[in-house]
C-alpha cells in the first residue's frame, strides 16, 4: 500500500478509536482496547515502510502485546528511550501521528566527555533523523529530544503518558546512571502515567559491573520503585524458556547480534532472542 495511503487508513482508524470496546486482558485482568485503537496498532505493524529485518523480529519482540500491555493508545503523548535505529519507532511514531505524540529520546552527544562517545551518539541520532526525513507521511510529526544520561530530562515535568525502554537498562547499570535515568521518567510522567520496560532478564540478581547484558528482575523492579513507581504488572509475552543464560559472549551470543562462531550458528538460532522481563509501572496519582 502507498504511503498517503496508509496514512489516510492510520487516520481512519484512530478516529474510529473513540467508539473502540474493551476485554479484559487474560494476562493482566485489565482492559485492553479489542477495535478501533487496536485496528491502528495493526495497521502501524503491517505497515509496508517498515525495515523486512525489523518485521522478521516480531515473532520475538512481540509488539502488538507489548504495547497493548503497556496500554499505549495513539492519542496519548509517548516518549521510546534511546530508540536508535528505530525498531519500535516505525511502529510508535506512525501509530501516534494524528492524534498523539511520538518523542525519540536520545543521548545528547554533547553530553559526553570523550570524542569517540560524542560520534557514536551522534551517528545514532543522524541515523533516526535519517529515517524520519526520508518517510514524512510516517514520521513528519516524530521529534527528537537530547538528555544528559547523568542528568536525564525528558521534558517538562508531568507531561508525558507513558515512557518506554526496550534493553536499556544492563547499558545504564553498567555506566552508573540507572537511578538518575529512573528519576527522570519518573519526573516527565504525569500521574497516572505509564513506564514500561522490557529487559534481558538474568537468573537472578547480578552485579552493576556484570557484561553478560542481563539483569535480575526484581533489581529492576527495586530501582523503579525507589524512583517513586508502584509496579503495576508484569507479562511473559516475551519470555524465552529456551534461553540458558550462560552465553560466552552474553545476551550478544544471540540473535539478533549473533557474536559467536559459525559453526554454533544452527544451535543459538534454536535458542532465539533473549528471555525478557515486560513490567508495568504507573507514577502514583497525588
Known amino acids: 500500500m502507498r504511503p498517503i495511503l496508509l496514512a489516510a487508513a492510520l487516520t481512519s482508524t484512530l478516529l474510529l478509536g473513540a467508539c473502540a470496546s474493551t476485554a479484559n486482558d487474560a494476562d493482566t485482568g485489565r482492559p485492553m482496547v479489542t477495535n478501533g485503537m487496536g485496528a491502528a496498532l495493526d495497521a502501524a505493524i503491517a505497515g509496508s515502510w517498515r525495515d523486512p529485518a525489523n518485521v522478521a523480529r516480531d515473532v520475538y519482540r512481540h509488539p502488538k502485546e507489548t504495547l497493548s500491555f503497556f496500554g499505549v493508545r495513539g492519542d496519548q ?7 536508535p535505529p528505530g525498531w519500535y519507532a516505525e511502529i510508535l511514531a506512525p501509530y501516534l501521528r494524528d492524534n ?5 529520546a536520545v543521548i545528547d552527544p554533547a553530553s559526553q566527555a570523550d570524542e569517540k562517545s560524542r560520534a557514536y551518539y551522534q551517528k545514532n541520532r ?3 533523523q535519517q529515517k524520519f526525513d526520508a518517510a514524512p507521511a510516517q514520521y513528519d510529526r516524530a521529534r527528537i529530544v537530547g538528555f544528559d544520561p547523568k542528568a536525564p530530562s525528558f521534558g517538562p515535568a508531568n507531561s508525558a503518558d507513558v515512557v518506554l525502554t526496550f534493553r536499556n537498562v544492563h547499558n545504564w ?5 540507572a537511578e538518575a535515568m529512573f528519576r527522570g521518567f519518573f519526573d516527565v510522567l504525569k500521574p497516572g502515567g505509564v513506564l ?34 508502584v509496579l503495576d504488572g508484569s507479562s511473559e509475552v516475551n519470555a524465552n524458556p529456551r534461553d540458558t ?4 559472549n552474553g545476551v550478544w551470543t544471540l540473535p539478533p ?5 559459525a559453526a554454533d550458528d544452527a544451535k543459538y538460532k534454536a535458542i532465539g532472542e533473549s528471555d525478557r522481563m515486560t513490567l508495568r ?5 497525588a
Do not use: C, W
Open 77 to 83: 503523548t509517548v516518549i521510546e528511550i534511546t530508540p
Open 100 to 104: 498523539g505524540q511520538y518523542v525519540a
Open 126 to 128: 543522524d541515523g533516526l
Open 173 to 177: 547499570r553498567m555506566a552508573g546512571t
Open 196 to 229: 514500561g520496560v522490557v529487559e534481558h532478564r538474568a537468573r537472578a540478581d547480578v552485579p552493576a559491573t556484570d557484561k553478560s547484558g542481563y539483569v535480575g528482575q526484581q533489581q529492576v523492579i527495586a530501582m523503579a520503585q525507589a524512583a517513586g513507581f
Open 245 to 248: 543464560k550462560d552465553h560466552p
Open 257 to 261: 547480534v549473533n557474536r559467536h562462531d
Open 281 to 285: 509501572f504507573v507514577k502514583r496519582r
